[in-house]
Nanobody, 118 residues
Framework: VQLVESGGGVVQPGGSLRLSCAASGFIFGSRDMSWVRQAPGKGPERVSVISSDGVQTDYLDSVKGRFTISRDNAKNTLYLQMNRLKPEDTAVYYC????????????WGQGTQVTVSS
């Protein structure tokens, strides 16, 4: 299993970023997928999750209305569109398999850094 995140960077408050996660080594379309973030000195938190067929989604309360998770099963790719970014969104963002992921358990990408700062 390989998960490779991309799309992170430095953005001003109010800006947008789109994260991507390229998956390989498993049947992507059969797995629920999550985005998890971890800020410095804080524990990991699941930002969003999407069902294998893309029908069901769930979001952390603090990102509802600003972030959108999506997937393209034909391209084996998971996305996270992040709009109206806030400094508190600064973290390393990881993609992983499963609806209720546990950091360090299962398959995880290397993460992509998102920094929101003026």
């Amino acid at each position: 299993v390989q998960l490779v995140e991309s799309g992170g960077g430095v953005v001003q408050p109010g800006g947008s970023l789109r994260l991507s996660c390229a998956a390989s080594g498993f049947i992507f379309g059969s797995r629920d997928m999550s985005w998890v973030r971890q800020a410095p000195g804080k524990g990991p938190e699941r930002v969003s999750v999407i069902s294998s067929d893309g029908v069901q989604t769930d979001y952390l309360d603090s990102v509802k209305g600003r972030f959108t998770i999506s997937r393209d099963n034909a391209k084996n790719t998971l996305y996270l569109q992040m709009n109206r970014l806030k400094p508190e969104d600064t973290a390393v963002y990881y993609c992983t398999t499963g609806w209720t992921p546990t950091m360090g358990v299962g398959s995880w990408g290397q993460g992509t850094q998102v920094t929101v700062s003026s």
